[in-house]
Every structure is written in C-alpha cells, then in structure tokens.
C-alpha cells in the first residue's frame, strides 16, 4: 500500500479535532456501530487540562488504497525542538486555519518551519459555515503571511479548499456542491509525494517522540528511513556523536491504524512505527539494525521549553 505522511497545522480551536475526526468517518476507518469515543486529536490528559496539544499524535486513515498517516504539530511555539523532529517524518502538510479568525502566531511558527523544510502545503480555510466567515479576506492574509515566510514560488502557489469540518465537507469553490471530503482526501493524495524511501537498504530510523507506557517500557515512535523491520529483530541505538548505547531486540512493533496503535509483525520504509524493546535509547538516537554505524541525520533536541509565545 502506497503512504502519505502530512502534518497538520492550525491555531487551536480552529477546528483540527473536528477536521480529523470526520476524516476517520468519511474513510470508513470507524465501523458504523462504533462511536468515536476518544476525540482524534485531544486524547490526552494533560491536554485536556490545558487545553492545549502537548504530545505529537498520529491519525491514520486509507483512502483509495493509500495510508494516510495525519500527524498532530504540537499546539505552542515549540516544545524542545518537537515541531522541527515532527516535520522531519513528513513530505505534506495541512495547513487549517478559521475563516474568520485568519492566521495567527502559533501557524505562522510551524508554517515557518514547514516552508523552511521545502514542503508544500495545502491550506484549508476552515469554518466557512459561521456567519462571519471572510474567507476571501482571509486567503490574502495566508497568501501575504506565505510571502512574509520567505515561501518560494511553488510553495506561493499554493493549493487551497474551502471547508466545514464540522458540517464534513470541503470544496475548491465556495459555491461548490459541499457534500463531503473527498476534494481534501483526493489531494492530499495528488499533492503531496510520496516518502520515496528505500526499503531494500538496512533498517534505520530516528527516534523522534519518546514515550513510556506500564507495560511495553519505552516506546519510540519515528518514520523508518530505510530498510524494513519485523518483531524481534536485532536492533540498536545510535547517538548522534556515533555512540552505540544499547543494543536489544524489537519486542512489539505498533502501527497507527485509525486513532489507535495496533500491533504488526512487519513495516517498511516510509511507515510511522512505535518501537518498544529498548530501555536506554532516547531522542534523537538513530535505531537501526547492527551492520549500521552512523547516526542517521537528525534534528538536535533542545532542552523542552514551556513557553507559550
Ligand atoms: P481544535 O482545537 O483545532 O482541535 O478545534 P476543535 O475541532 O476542537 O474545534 C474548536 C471549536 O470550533 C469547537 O467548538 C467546534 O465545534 C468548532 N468547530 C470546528 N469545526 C467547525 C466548523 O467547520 N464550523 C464551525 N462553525 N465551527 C467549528
């Protein structure tokens, strides 16, 4: 199966949540009987006491026989580094912004990054439905806050959908049929490349979120660069001066399916994979299996900031 990785991008409250969850529905990753209980993007705690995206998530659908991995831009500036390790495992990105609000800081930071990357977004001016809604005023500002980030002409020339995520539909016209997504799902699929990566080399990838969990032990969650992987394979982990830290074995292997990780036997370049069988490996080190060497490029992490600006 073909692989599209995005990030999504949006201030918050401008309708992230609601976007993705119709996404799952319309692509019939939720069974008809099956309530989405857990809201796609705003599943953890701690988040919900704040109110704001702190831990990178990862939502995937299959439209017309490709994955589409969706993967959360954390909710505030930066969080030590995360936005810039987030975007390193994609090759599109989403960029939702509310039709009557316009674009404010915290898209205007990841954006930035984004371009900086070379990926070329695709906007969705969100919420057309309020009455409020200015979304011609509003496709301006994001042409103008494109031009002020340094956007090259592709990136200016950018692909851009009407939507109500809450109402499920997007549209390249605003007078269009507005029946559901499948503009947004179809292109997606024409925009953004593939991941273009080889499955044939040795397995490698950068851990790139770092979590724990009471059963599995650390978990380490990143794209696999190169090569494919399988359930207790050798593998190990390589900072970035070249240190070996530890060596170990793959004992579970997760992969996002809808808005839950499911264990697999097997994954490939190009996929978004969960690793647990490793107990020192950390953030950035490259996991990889042992004929590798070198680290793999990747972006330092800095020490975590809370800051809100
Ligand atoms: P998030 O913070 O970006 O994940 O935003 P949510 O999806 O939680 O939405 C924030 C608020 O905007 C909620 O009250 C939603 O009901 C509302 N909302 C989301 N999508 C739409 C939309 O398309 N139109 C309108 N009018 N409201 C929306």
Request: charged share 30%; net charge negative; with cysteine.
């Amino acid at each position: 199966m073909d692989i599209r990785n995005i990030a999504i991008i949006a201030h918050v409250d401008h309708g992230k949540t609601t976007l993705v969850d119709q996404l799952l529905q319309q692509s019939g990753s939720f069974r008809e009987n099956q309530h989405v209980d857990e809201r796609a993007m705003d599943s953890n705690d701690l988040e919900r006491e704040r109110g704001i995206t702190i831990l990178a998530k990862c939502t995937s659908v299959v439209w017309d026989n490709t994955r589409l991995n969706i993967i959360d831009t954390p909710g505030h500036a930066d969080f030590g580094g995360e936005v810039e390790r987030i975007l390193s495992m994609v090759d599109g990105a989403v960029i939702l912004v509310d039709a009557a609000e316009g674009a404010l800081p915290q898209t205007k930071f990841v954006l930035g990054k984004a371009l900086a990357r070379g990926i070329r977004p695709i906007v969705v001016v969100n919420k057309v439905d309020r009455g409020d809604a200015r979304p011609d005023e509003v496709h301006n500002e994001i042409f103008d806050l494109f031009a002020s980030l340094g956007a090259d002409d592709e990136q200016l020339d950018f692909p851009m959908l009407y939507a109500s995520g809450r109402q499920g539909w997007a549209d390249e016209e605003l007078d269009g049929p507005k029946k559901d997504l499948k503009p947004l799902f179809d292109l997606v699929l024409r925009h953004v490349p593939g991941p273009g990566l080889d499955e044939n080399k040795p397995f490698a990838m950068v851990s790139t979120i770092l979590e724990s969990d009471n059963f599995l032990g650390r978990i380490l969650t990143g794209r696999i660069e190169q090569g494919k992987l399988k359930v207790n394979d050798p593998i190990r982990a390589i900072r970035r001066d070249g240190t070996i830290v530890e060596s170990g074995r793959v004992t579970k292997l997760l992969s996002f399916r809808g808005l839950e990780r499911v264990a697999v036997d097997e994954a490939k370049a190009g996929d978004i994979v969960a690793i647990a069988g490793l107990s020192e490996a950390t953030i950035p080190d490259t996991l990889a299996e042992p004929s590798v060497n070198e680290p793999l490029p990747s972006t330092p992490v800095d020490p975590p900031t809370l800051s809100m600006t």
